[in-house]
Each structure stands twice: as C-alpha cells, then as structure tokens.
C-alpha cells in the first residue's frame, strides 16, 4: 500500500505531500485561483510523473543493455479538456532527450517500452488522453 500525507503549508492553496521515508513535492494553486506560485499545479505533477516513471524504466532499460547513457532530459507537453471541470488531458506529448554512445534505434525501443507497456502513469493517462513520445539521441 502507498501511504502519501498531505499538509497545508500556508492559509491559501499551498500543500506539501509527503511520502513514507519522508520524500516531499509541493503543490499550489495558480494566482488567477488564489494561489501563490509556491508549487506545482497538481495536474503538472501528474505530467511530471509520468516523465519520472518512464525516465526509469528507459534507464533500465538502457542498463540491462549495457548502453551508455550519460544524460536524460524529458519534455512534456499537455492537452486538457477546455471549459470543463474536471478537464482531464485529452493529450500527453514526451520528447525524450538521450546523451551517450546509443544507437537511436535501442533508444526508440526502450522509449516504446516504457511508454507503451511499463510506465503505470503513461497507462493511467491513457484513459483519457493520447499519448505520443518522441526520441532525440546525442551523441
């Protein structure tokens, strides 16, 4: 079982979750909503986490092959519902960046795996948004 604690951090929107060995992320509200730019929005968390999730299955990935991978960086982008609450995405872009000695072809290969069957967020989002995925190797 997962257990998060959530804790309001100011007398607006500002919360800081908290996980088990004590791992925090900080969430707020947008200024048009009251909020005061102190954190994340929630729905960017949920971009980011399924850059975090697929980041370590492409890791993986890339390790058990034993393919150098210097440096990773991630770029998501999201489409939400317009005038509609909730607005749930409806589509989710990631451009992943890889620095190293990887042919693009292993790295388009690891970059489908984590996305297309093993990164549980991408599965979740996948509900309700299209998911595409772009790879950029350097070299």
């Known amino acids: 079982m997962i257990k998060i604690e959530l804790a309001r951090v100011d007398n607006h929107f ?3 979750a908290t996980n ?3 791992n925090t992320v900080v969430m707020d509200g947008a200024p048009a909503d009251g909020g005061q730019n102190q954190g994340m929005r929630p729905m960017q968390v949920l971009l980011a986490a399924m850059g975090g999730c697929s980041a370590i299955d492409v890791v ?3 390790k058990k092959q034993r393919l150098e991978l210097r440096d990773l960086k991630i770029t998501l982008t999201g ?3 317009k005038d509609k609450v909730p607005a749930l995405y409806t589509a ?3 451009h992943f960046r890889l620095v ?3 042919e693009l072809e292993k790295a388009q290969k690891a970059v489908a795996l984590s996305v ?3 990164c549980s967020v991408a599965k979740t989002l996948e509900k309700t948004a299209t998911i595409t995925y ?3 190797v350097i070299s």
């Open 14 to 16: 500002c919360m800081q």
């Open 92 to 94: 989710v872009h990631a």
């Open 134 to 136: 772009s790879v950029e």
């Open 100 to 102: 190293g000695n990887i």
């Open 60 to 62: 993986s990935i890339l």
């Open 116 to 118: 297309e069957k093993y």
């Open 79 to 81: 489409e939400r519902e």
């Open 20 to 22: 088990e060995v004590g």
